[in-house]
């Protein structure tokens, strides 16, 4: 509940002034599999703002990770993308191999859901973020040490000298991630991806994870595409949620307009299936996005569907200033 405050003390302020830093437009990424087309990402607009964190929210296999990768063109050679994505108001699917090398570590930072092939093992960990601690900052070799042992202990990496010789295999996939995450803030990116940063964390620790990348986004004034199942870490994090659903952007506002009164009926549902809700799960799952539904996608699952949901599908309408939904019917 106290994250939820935070954020909503925060939401208003930030995502005022500042330009965009990233602009996604109609982004289509399929992949083709055995004959059939998987839609993973269909047609989803947004923008990120310099400064902000943008909250990525939904079910699993809704696109989330899929999205955060196409903005790096990490993508797998079954994959067809389309759309544009403009980062400082240039097109990164037209940049060049080369480019797109810079782009990647230096100005955007991708900390992946699971980061078992980010690492280099034969290299201990602390070698690795010292090596992008070195190269981003002007510090001594002594120096660069102190602050990669400073960000192991923020990040909660017990006894962070031994941590620092340690070998990638020596680590769990949630500390592999905190050191990507140490590396990623020691860049000085302007965008972070974090895909997932509390992923099997106890509580004390998901407090410490959100606390450190909060504190990084506002000292550097880094922009952050933070994608999470949690909604109580986008809440305490982000200025805005972009709500996904089967490869669709299905709701997007401002984090306190969005918490305080979700517009759609799948936010609506998923912040009811919250323990502090009452855990009220919504019935059923979500469809196959290689048969997906006629009209609009959640009409299964959808207890204010009618005759138009099931027989055509709602585009994306701006409600007021900065809230957008999919849906005939919104929730008042
Ligand atoms: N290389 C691929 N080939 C075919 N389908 C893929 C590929 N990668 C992802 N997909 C499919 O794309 C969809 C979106 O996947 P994605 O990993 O983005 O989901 P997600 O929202 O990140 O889920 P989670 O919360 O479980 O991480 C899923 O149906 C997934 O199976
Ligand atoms: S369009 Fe219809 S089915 Fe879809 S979310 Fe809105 S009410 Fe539900
Ligand atoms: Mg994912």
Known sequence: MVLVQTAMENSEQKAKTAETLLEIRNLKTYF?????????????????????????????????????LSIL???PENAKI???????GK???SLSKAEMRKLRGKEIVLIPQNPSTSLNPLMQIGCQVLEAVIRHHNLKKSEAVSKVLDLFSKLK???PPRKFRDFPHQLSGGMKQRVLMAMGVACNPKLIIVDEPTKGLDAVLRIEVVRMLKETASAAGTSMLLITHDFSVAAALAHRIAVMYAGEIVEMGKTAAVLR???HPYTAGLLNSLPGKGFNPIPGSS???????????????????????TASHPELVKLNDDHFVRCFNVCF
């Open 82 to 88: 389309e759309g544009n994505l403009l980062f400082r």
């Open 32 to 68: 083709k599999i055995n004959g059939s087309i998987v839609k993973a990402v269909d047609n989803v607009s947004l923008k990120i703002i310099n400064g902000e964190i943008l909250g990525l929210i939904g079910e699993t296999g809704c696109g989330k990770s899929v999205l955060g």
């Open 157 to 159: 990496l017990q006894e």
């Open 287 to 309: 469809p196959s996005i290689i048969s997906l539904p006629e009209g609009c996608r959640f009409h299964p699952r959808c207890s204010r569907a009618n005759m138009k949901c």
């Open 91 to 93: 097109e990164i699917l």
């Open 261 to 263: 009164n979700p517009r």
């Open 73 to 75: 063109r990490l993508l």
